[in-house]
């Protein structure tokens, strides 16, 4: 396995964990490769910012093993998976909002000499944010907002993007620009992806693969084509 | 003429004394209550400046450096473990400010050091005869300040510092080192409290217990200010007058408690301090 | 259906009498010590002892206020010192015939019960932090003493009182006296907080949330405290005045008040004994030390006191009892109740409305949470309500719950306007809630919290333990459904996620509420746990009346129990109606696949 593991991006061996007594993530198996796009989907619930947050060590791992870009995370600081090329678009209390866009995007870098080629590389998909630098992030509207965070998160070119729910909330037409972004730099730069979403168009849309995370276990998964719409529906269904 | 100076001056040396409890406070949300015993420490090191034959303003870098890294030591050995409970630090820090005074008083004694002050005389101000060095602690607290605030608006360790302040969690998700900041933060703020007990060596009488007084009143002021150092500046102004006023036309003695009081009574009134502690 | 009243059958009588035994024992054992102490000690530990007896009683009441309520209070000394003061100045001014020393005790207890009470409305109200009750502790010394000190010649100013009449006792008198006063004030301390009253002291420093929910004020629980110990510690101030026939400053100052946390922490916070042995110790010996050797004993203990803040929180007590119980595999029996089934509440009204919401609207700044929210709900309906996530389902189960949410329009329950009411009194117009994270008292027994959760229908005993436990039926039967009712002597901490669940549960069915309250109570249960859950509320609308509201995700557990279901989209009620027309509607279909966003 460990030769595979090298290849992978990243990956989560038989993983679990939680809140104080309860065990949201109960047993999840599951790798990603440079490149690809895998959509996490599942209800209210499930465990899937849970995950998320697991990866990036914010919340302790109680079993199993995580590798990131073939390193135990269990060797790993939040801020050295970042400095590997980890990125996280949380899904609430994201932005600094009293804060201006620019030191919202500035606490993303590492030293303020690299934060230049960062910007360009940010206003190359939002070009709207270049005017608004000295903007507090707060006075943006939510489509902004979440416009920011992803800006922010892609500004450091990442090989490994995790996304909470980026679409809730959005009109139709900005989710459509985040399709485009996304798309854009996976065939850029060969990121690699986890897309934590319940909306399900906007999910199969960018995804190669899918999965539907029920109860803190996968349960079931796929390959985006056809019948991955139906599929999953089912799974969601009401 | 008087009062007005007696007000500026006294809001200028509550400043100087509070400024680095509040660095502490906001980051990493707890109240050192070794405040006191790290004014002592610097005291001390304008002492150990004389003894050693230099300049007494050579105390100040001393007991900067002194603080910083004595602060350091602290964070790292008592601080850290109690991250997640609050009171305990409090009295956590409580018992170190104990340590440290008797390690003074069994390195220099008991007694009171007299040390020559920094500035003496008094100066012509407006048809009035005012101390220098009272005035002098205006410019000290204007400096300090402006240096403050350019270190936590301009460097990025003092964007960090806020970006900890607002939301530790989303800080550390970006990359944020916030052990790191905690750390740094907590030596800054002993830093400065040592060179605020410099300062205070001419005003005040240097013994080993001479901390404790200070810690209540730059304690309470931190409470209403929260976070902001301008609000800070404000509350001296405004509880530092009242202390004054209260000194010269009700009594001295209750004029010492004023701070105090009438922070606690703000802060049931208004707790912006509290819902972060 | 129970129509049996005892389900479990309960410890026999014998250890309820064994409950007082041992402590009465132990009492009656410390008296006699107390008693022939003088008559083997020697003038001057006699002397410093009668002292450090009074600052044991009060090491006492610091611990009743910090271990087991969670107030961590540096004035006590305050209340101390006033006692005192009030004493000497009565000695000093008015006189010491008698009448004039029983005036004394009566202003040493009244006084400090005053100032009490001032403290207390001053620091502990809805909303407040114990970071902020910590610091009124603080600057209350710091005023009384200050206050001292340009009291002239009636306070004695920074020379303090002397030479005023004392109690014409001996030596060796005071010696008793004092003693015993400790021994009394431990002992109704122990037998306190064993008591089913007792409890609520550690329900309040646990979750003082869940005790407003119970209809328990915490505030009234914490200021009721503080004044009762306030008159407690002014009588270790009077005893104080006259033992030693000297009163200073010193006495009530915030460094003494900080000396007694100190005594406790070491002694070990929650324990009673603890801070009493080490008060008698500490004190002692820092009284014995001369020459240098006081400075060094300063220094010794504040670096102990530091270290036993950080490693060790329980103190010299918690090491004790942790090394007592693996030599003795300890059997602390804690006393098991009977449970009974408890006469219902008055039948409900089926007819008339219980909830009606109408332009209800919360906005946090800017930001709209919930607008223009209009419901009503009857007797007997079981609601559910869903939405995505931010829809605002929790800020409307808050604002349903808590009066102090600023929130605009009109909540009527039973038709009383509930705008402006604390949680507690809410729960007092017949709401329950319960909470998604299950929110219970984990440092106590599953028995101890049903029986706080019936503090409003029985009120506690301050002196035992009730041997029977009466609990409405529903209480009872999530209780036997669960399997919970094997598990009534274990510790809520130590239950599993869905126990833990059944437990608040059953706590907040004990209160027998018109309206339940439930945020996600089926999250993380398996899927047997749900069943039952289930089965449990549909009965409760069904039979006995009540109404539910449900908060819920799980759409298969909302369409098998609700009687309507109403949906929050944006703040917004989006639909309101029968459970198949919802689930089956168009607009549930795209909010939850992710169109139909604005």
């Known amino acids: 396995m460990s030769e595979v593991r090298a290849a992978e991006v990243l990956s989560l061996c038989d993983i679990s964990s939680g809140y104080g007594a309860v065990s949201v993530v109960k047993s999840v198996t599951l790798s990603i490769r440079p490149g690809e796009i895998v959509a996490l989907l599942g209800k209210n619930g499930m465990g899937k910012s849970t995950l998320l947050k697991t990866i990036l060590r914010l919340i302790p791992l109680r079993g199993g093993v995580i590798h990131v870009g073939g390193v135990d995370q269990a060797h790993l600081t939040p801020a050295r998976m970042i400095a590997w090329g980890l990125s996280y678009v949380p899904q609430e209390q994201a932005l600094f909002q009293d804060l201006t866009i620019r030191d919202n995007l500035r606490l993303a870098v590492r030293s303020d000499g690299e934060l230049g080629a960062a910007l360009d590389h940010a206003f190359g998909y939002f070009p709207f944010l270049r005017e608004r630098l000295k903007q507090k992030a707060g006075t943006l509207s939510g489509g902004e907002q979440k416009m920011l965070i992803l800006a922010r998160a892609l500004m450091l070119r990442p090989r490994l993007l995790l996304i909470d729910e980026i679409s809730e909330g959005l009109q139709p037409s900005v989710v459509d620009r985040i399709v485009g972004v996304l798309r854009d730099e996976r065939s850029r730069d060969r990121t690699a992806m986890l897309v934590v979403e319940q909306n399900l168009d906007f999910a199969l849309r960018i995804a190669d693969r899918w999965a539907v995370l029920k109860m803190g276990e996968i349960d079931d998964e796929g390959s985006c084509g056809q019948n991955a719409h139906a599929r999953v529906l089912e799974h969601l269904s009401l | 003429m008087l009062l007005l100076l007696d007000i500026l001056t006294t809001a200028a040396i509550l400043f100087v004394v509070s400024v680095g409890l509040l660095a502490i406070f906001g980051v990493l949300k707890i109240v050192n209550f070794a405040h006191g015993a790290w004014l002592t420490i610097g005291a001390y090191c304008a002492v150990v400046a004389v003894k050693l034959g230099l300049n007494p303003w050579a105390g100040l870098p001393i007991a900067f450096v002194a603080g910083a890294l004595l602060g350091g030591v602290a964070e790292l050995l008592i601080i850290r473990p109690l991250y997640r409970r609050p009171l305990d630090a409090i009295l956590a820090t409580w018992g170190l400010g104990i340590v440290i005074g008797q390690l003074i008083a069994l390195a220099f004694g008991r007694d009171v050091q007299l040390i020559p002050n920094l500035m003496s005389g008094t100066v012509r101000v407006l048809s009035v005869d005012y101390s220098v060095y009272r005035l002098f602690m205006l410019f000290a607290a204007l400096a300090i300040g402006v240096l403050f605030a350019l270190t936590i608006e301009g460097t990025r360790l003092g964007l960090s510092a806020r970006a900890v302040i607002m939301n530790e969690t989303l800080a550390r998700s970006l990359g944020i080192d916030t052990d790191r900041v905690r750390l740094a933060t907590f030596m800054i703020g002993a830093g400065l409290a040592a060179l605020a007990g410099v300062l205070l060596t001419p005003l005040t009488s240097v013994d080993p217990n001479m901390g404790v007084a200070w810690l209540i009143g730059a304690f309470m002021l931190v409470m209403v200010a929260d976070t902001s150092y301008l609000a800070l500046a404000a509350a001296c102004l405004v509880f530092g007058g009242a202390q004054v006023l209260v000194s010269t036309f009700v009594s001295p003695v209750l004029g010492g408690i004023s701070v105090a009081v009438l922070a606690a009574l703000l802060l049931r009134i208004n707790p912006r301090g509290f819902s972060r502690a | ?598």
């Not at chain 3, 620091?123 to 003493?145: E, W």
């Not at chain 3, 004994?273 to 002692?284: E, Q, S």
């Not at chain 3, 809520?492 to 996600?520: C, F, N, T, W, Y």
Request: glycine residues 10%; neutral net charge.
């Open chain 3, 1 to 598: 259906m129970p129509e049996d009243t005892a389900l479990l059958n309960g410890r026999p009588a014998s250890t309820t009498a064994l409950e007082w035994r041992a402590p009465a024992a132990a009492a009656l054992v410390a008296a006699l010590i107390v008693w022939i102490s003088p008559l083997v000690l020697g003038a001057f530990a006699a002397n410093v002892l009668t002292r450090s007896m009074l600052y044991a009683t009060l090491a006492v009441t610091v611990d009743l206020l910090w271990g087991f309520t969670g107030i961590l209070t540096f004035g006590q000394a305050a209340f101390f010192g006033v006692g005192a003061y009030a004493t000497a100045m009565t000695m000093t001014s008015l006189g010491s015939t008698p009448a004039w020393m029983a005036a004394a005790l009566a202003l040493a207890i009244v006084l400090p019960m005053v100032l009490g009470l001032v403290v207390g409305w001053l620091s502990f109200y809805h909303g407040s932090t114990p970071l902020y009750a910590s610091v009124i502790s603080l600057v209350f010394p710091i005023v009384v003493t200050q206050l001292v000190y340009s009291g002239g010649l009636l306070t004695g100013s920074s020379s303090g009182l002397v030479g005023y009449d004392t109690l014409p006792l001996d030596l060796e008198g005071f010696f008793r006296l004092s003693g015993l006063v400790m021994v009394a004030v431990t002992l109704a301390a122990w037998v306190f907080v064993r008591s089913d009253a007792g409890k609520l002291l550690v329900a309040v420093r646990d979750n003082d949330v869940r005790c407003a929910y119970l209809g328990v004020s915490p505030r009234r629980v914490q200021i009721t405290l503080t004044v009762a110990l306030a008159g407690v510690a002014g009588v270790a101030g009077f005893l104080f005045a006259h033992a030693s026939g000297v009163v200073a400053p010193e006495n009530t100052g915030f460094l003494f008040g900080t000396q007694v946390v100190i005594w406790v922490a070491l002694g070990g916070r929650g324990s009673l004994l603890g801070p009493v042995f080490a008060t008698l110790a500490i004190d002692y010996l820092s009284a014995s030390l001369s020459g240098d050797l006081p400075f060094l004993w300063q220094l010794v203990l504040g670096a102990a006191f530091v270290i036993i803040i950080i490693f060790l929180p329980d103190g010299v007590a918690g090491l004790a009892r942790r090394a007592s119980a693996s030599i003795f595999r300890s059997s602390k029996q804690t006393r098991v109740p009977r449970i009974a089934l408890a006469a219902p509440h008055s039948a409900v009204e089926r007819s008339a409305t219980l909830l009606k919401v109408s332009g209800l609207a919360r906005s946090f700044g800017s930001l709209s949470v919930l607008e223009n929210i209009n419901l009503e709900i009857r007797p007997g309906e079981l609601v559910s309500i869903v939405g995505p996530n931010g829809a605002g389902k929790t800020t409307l189960i808050r604002c349903l719950s808590d009066g102090s949410e600023p929130f605009k329009g009109v909540v009527e329950i039973g038709g009383k306007p509930m705008k402006g009411l604390t949680p507690d009194r809410v729960v007092a117009l017949g709401v329950g809630r319960k909470f998604q994270v299950a929110s219970i008292f984990e440092s106590l027994t599953v028995a101890e919290c049903l029986r706080l959760a019936r503090t409003t229908s029985e009120t506690p005993s301050g002196i035992g333990s009730a041997p029977r436990l009466s609990l409405p039926v529903a209480s009872i039967e999530i209780l036997r459904l669960t399997g919970l009712i094997d598990l009534i002597a274990s510790p809520a901490g130590l239950l599993s996620h869905g126990m833990k669940q059944a437990l608040e549960l059953g706590m907040v069915l004990a209160l027998e509420p018109r309206l339940i309250l439930l945020d996600e109570p089926t999250a993380g249960l398996t899927k047997a746990e749900r069943a039952t859950i289930g089965t449990v509320l549909r009965h409760l609308t069904a039979e006995a009346g009540y109404a539910i509201i449900l908060v819920e995700h799980d759409l298969d557990f909302v369409r098998e129990i609700s009687s309507r279901v109403v949906v929050l989209h944006q703040g917004r009620l989006v639909l309101d109606g029968a459970v198949d027309d919802v689930v089956n509607s168009e607009t549930v279909r795209t909010i939850y696949s992710g169109g139909g966003h604005v």
